[in-house]
């Protein structure tokens, strides 16, 4: 089973910016950050993997994912910027094998390992 630990969440004012890091015990496959506001479904908001990386329309050229898998890291990174008030959510890093759609895997809360979460407020 595959350990993910969330942090860098924290409340920032719009316009702001927050990086987020997910330090996983062991790699796999694809890697992505998810989010849950309260009373919405959780929705994807990036993915990373061998083909590339996947955006939500929402996030597109404010947010950054990448990943260091260097000396055996295995660390998965969102970088955001230009931080809106609807941005504000609790964000959630999910590992997974395969290359399944981020909308699927944003659905199937058994699949795939998933953190605990990090709180992020944006205040306007």
């Known amino acids: 089973e595959v350990q993910l630990v969330e942090s860098g969440g924290g409340s920032v004012q719009a316009g702001g910016s927050l990086r987020l890091s997910c330090a996983a015990s062991?790699?796999?496959?694809?890697m992505g950050w998810f989010r849950q506001a309260p009373g919405k479904e959780r929705e994807g908001v990036a993915t990373?993997?061998?083909?590339?990386?996947?955006?939500a329309d929402l996030v597109k050229g404010r947010f950054t994912v990448s990943k260091d898998n260097a000396n055996a890291k295995n660390t998965l990174y969102l970088q955001m910027k230009n931080l809106k008030v609807e941005d504000t959510a609790m964000y959630y890093c999910?590992?997974?094998?395969?290359?399944?759609?981020?909308?699927?895997?944003?659905?199937?809360?058994?699949?795939?390992?998933w953190g605990k979460g990090t709180q992020v407020t944006v205040s306007s």
């Open positions: 999910a590992a997974w094998e395969g290359p399944f759609p981020m909308a699927w895997v944003a659905g199937e809360a058994d699949f795939g390992y």
């Open positions: 062991d790699s796999t496959s694809s």
């Open positions: 990373i993997d061998s083909d590339g990386t996947t955006y």
